[in-house]
């Protein structure tokens, strides 16, 4: 069973208390090729982000802890645009989405922009949306993780799973050029753990 625990929240930027949930346990099965994880109680990512009913404002816990004057004016612009209804209920894949721009707006890094906006294609795949629907947010995924490795956000032991991932989603996308670029730069590494090697070779080979 996934298991939650109440929480409190005071939004950041309207102030409003509302009472919401914390993912305090679940399960993984397998993995599919883009490490989207196949739970085998239901998808708990949705509950990790949470919407504040008053303004619409998307976050992970820490957010609502970690934003100053300057981002909650800046997160305010953006909010605006979203045009929000009161009590308005979001999906996992919009959350994720949403928490994206927000992440871009607060500055957070490229590398947690990409990792949102990867979840947002996992949670449309968990709610049933085709993959055209996936597709926007793989491309920013891709755009972001791009940016994170010139910006030199990784660090040497990430760069396997990083071109790894960069070459799945660039495949899913049907840019084969670029995917086999990261799948083959992957030789060029030290340390690739085997399991890793084995996931990719599988992958290749599904290009033609
Ligand atoms: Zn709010």
């Known amino acids: 069973m996934t298991e939650f625990e109440p929480k409190k929240l005071s939004c950041p930027c309207c102030e409003a208390e509302f009472e919401t949930r914390l993912v305090t346990g679940f399960r993984i099965g397998d993995k599919d090729a883009d490490f989207c994880p196949r739970y085998l109680d239901g998808n708990p990512l949705p509950d990790f982000l949470h919407v504040c009913p008053e303004c619409g404002f998307v976050g992970f816990e820490a957010d609502y802890r970690n934003m100053d004057e300057t981002k909650v004016k800046r997160v305010g612009t953006l909010l605006a645009g979203f045009h929000w209804q009161k009590n308005q209920s979001l999906g996992g894949a919009e959350r994720y989405r949403r928490a994206a721009l927000i992440g871009i707006y607060t500055g957070k890094r490229s590398a947690e922009v990409a990792d949102l906006y990867l979840q947002a294609t996992w949670c449309s795949r968990m709610e049933g949306e085709n993959d055209d629907d996936q597709k926007g947010a793989r491309r920013k995924a891709v755009k972001y993780f791009e940016l994170a490795m010139a910006a030199e956000e990784f660090s040497p032991d990430d760069l396997p799973v990083v071109h790894y991932l ?19 730069k992957m030789d060029d590494l030290e340390k690739v753990d085997p399991w890793l090697i084995e996931w990719r070779d599988k992958q290749k080979a599904l290009i033609k």
């Open 166 to 184: 960069l070459g799945e989603l660039n495949r899913r996308l049907g840019e084969d050029e670029k995917a086999l670029r990261h799948f083959d």
